[in-house]
Nanobody, 125 residues
Framework: QLQLVESGGGLVQPGGSLRLSCAVS????????IGWFRQAPGKEREGVSC????????YYTDSVKGRFTVTRDNAQNTVYLQMNSLKPEDTAVYYC??????????????????WGQGTQVTVSS
């Protein structure tokens, strides 16, 4: 069964950090780029970051550059999103997704083949 499972979300104060994990099963992570999306209440889902399959090239949307870092551990079939200096506007449900096409269109939901169920991140004092 093909599956992506996010974990690591929670409540954090502004300026704090969280590390999200995306554990994959049922397919080989090596051949897939993994993207991270988020959806805040009342807003459309947006692409946040992506890490490519072969060279682990990373991509970030402007609002998270310098604060978020995406990494992958193919041996553990897991991708991580380290989020630092969190802001209230980072509050959202965060999703990971797998794309066989790579990261070139990483903000486009149609580029992805498989999706996780999401994990809630709330940044509030």
């Amino acid at each position: 069964q093909l599956q992506l499972v996010e974990s690591g979300g929670g409540l954090v104060q502004p300026g704090g950090s969280l590390r999200l994990s995306c554990a994959v099963s049922g397919f080989t992570l090596d051949y897939y780029a993994i993207g991270w999306f988020r959806q805040a209440p009342g807003k459309e889902r947006e692409g946040v970051s992506c890490i490519s399959s072969h060279y682990s090239t990373t991509y970030y949307t402007d609002s998270v550059k310098g604060r978020f870092t995406v990494t992958r551990d193919n041996a553990q079939n897991t991708v991580y999103l380290q989020m630092n200096s969190l802001k209230p506007e980072d509050t959202a449900v965060y999703y990971c997704a797998a794309s066989f096409l790579g990261c070139s269109g990483y903000v486009l939901e149609d580029e992805y083949d498989y999706w996780g169920q999401g994990t809630q991140v709330t940044v509030s004092s």
